[in-house]
């Protein structure tokens, strides 16, 4: 259940009224889905935490209440529940519009497909700017090409009335300006992460490595290429197991991805830890991370987790995450869709090919530097004084 109740006329949210302190903060409305923590909820979380240190106050509109209001850190924000029916319900936008006049917010600032929607038509109703902030291209959100390109559709008519545009890449950026989209409504502000204090030293690992990956399970993971890369690593007798963090998508997905760890022989190297508030926990107890997406990333946070983390990273040449990693420095860098390649990336490190204690060091101190939290929360408040002329 929401923290929230579900509103009749006009949202209601339950969180702790604002102390006199927070007042002069001016307020915005994050529109969000909701039914998921993974990673652009994680920078919605984050974003309402830290942008109060810049003048901002947020709160929380979830269109499809679920896990982010259970799972988020920033709970000193207040959350409302606005639940549509479908994408098209558009008689939402209405409420919103009520909400944002009662609370007296300044930006609306979507998040999805769906929550761009109900800002345009808020935004039309109260006069109040909108912001949209691109976390994935939309065209390659997942495998159902329908449904893409319903999203995309959706997102096209909405968008173009936003007064400014939030990319969490560079690719994403010029992915927007491929549709159409001015530079002068595009900002790129990377994801960020909170440091993680006192990371402690580890060794290199001997023996028996743990390799890791964190999602969302879906198709658009790649996580039957992992599967693959695994079965070839250990045939040629390299001590390896999964440790695999996160929920699967749908019951159908996890039962098909069993199917082939079965059929790879697998059962016995893998932990399946499920979803986790407490990432940097898993982190620790991985020797490398592998993200084999796909296709369909902005900038994969569990990326900048792991380098904040000090755990050395394997990730696939998708959007945006070669603006984090350079391969063989920072990171490795395998192709996506190969499984031969992502093995053979793997095993430069296993192997000592690659420097296992340099590559975690440059980590470090490539997030310290440009991907942290109050980076992120700081770009984005760069858009909004822009948006408020403050």
């Known amino acids: 259940m929401s923290e929230a109740a579900i509103p009749t006329e006009a949202p209601q949210a339950t969180s702790p009224a604002k102390s006199e302190a927070t007042t002069s903060l001016a307020k915005i409305v994050h529109v969000i889905n909701g039914e998921h923590y993974s990673g652009a909820e994680r920078v919605q979380d984050l974003l309402g935490k830290c942008l109060p240190q810049f003048g901002y106050d947020a709160s929380f509109v979830c269109v499809k209440p679920g896990k982010f209001a ?11 529940d606005l639940p549509m029916r479908h994408r098209f319900d558009l008689w939402q936008a209405k409420k919103l519009a009520d909400l944002v006049k009662a609370e007296q917010f300044e930006v609306i600032h979507a998040h999805t497909p769906r929550t761009a929607m109900l800002a345009m038509g808020a935004s039309y109703l109260t006069r109040v700017p909108f912001v949209y902030h691109v976390h994935s291209p939309t065209s390659r959100d997942s495998t159902r090409e329908w449904q893409n ?16 545009l939030v990319c969490v890449s560079n690719s994403l950026a010029g992915h927007m300006r491929g549709l159409g989209v ?5 900002a790129v502000v990377h994801n960020g992460v909170p440091q993680v204090a006192n990371v402690p030293e ?14 969302l399970f879906r198709p658009r993971k790649g996580l039957e290429v992992l599967l693959d890369a695994m079965a ?22 996890e039962a098909t991805i069993h199917e082939r760890v079965r059929q790879l022989k697998l059962e016995d ?14 982190f620790s107890q991985m020797d490398l991370f592998v993200l084999p997406s796909l296709f369909g990333e902005g900038l994969p946070m569990v990326v900048l987790e792991s380098m904040a983390a000090g755990t050395p990273v394997v990730a696939t040449d998708v959007e945006g995450v070669t603006e984090a990693i350079t391969d063989g420095e920072s990171g ?39 991907f ?19």
Request: aromatic share 6%; proline share 4%; glycine share 6%.
């Open 70 to 80: 259970e799972a988020r850190a920033a709970d000193q924000c207040p959350l409302f």
């Open 149 to 164: 390109w319903v999203n995309q559709k959706i997102e096209q008519t909405a968008i173009a009335n936003a007064s400014q």
């Open 182 to 186: 001015s530079d002068n409504r595009l």
């Open 202 to 215: 580890r060794e290199l690992p001997s023996g028996a490595w743990t390799l890791g990956t964190v999602a």
């Open 232 to 253: 070839d690593l250990r045939e040629r007798g390299h001590l390896i197991r999964l440790r695999a963090v996160g929920p699967f998508e749908t019951p159908e997905y």
């Open 269 to 282: 190297a893998i932990d399946w830890i499920g979803f986790t508030r407490d990432v940097n926990a898993q």
């Open 332 to 370: 490795i860098i395998a192709r996506p869709n190969d499984a031969g390649h992502l093995a053979q990336r793997i095993e430069a490190v296993l192997t000592g090919r690659e420097d296992w204690r340099k590559i975690r060091t440059s980590a470090l101190a490539r997030h310290a530097e440009s």
């Open 372 to 390: 942290s939290d109050v980076a992120m929360a700081r770009g984005v408040a760069g858009v909004y004084d822009q948006i408020l002329q403050k």
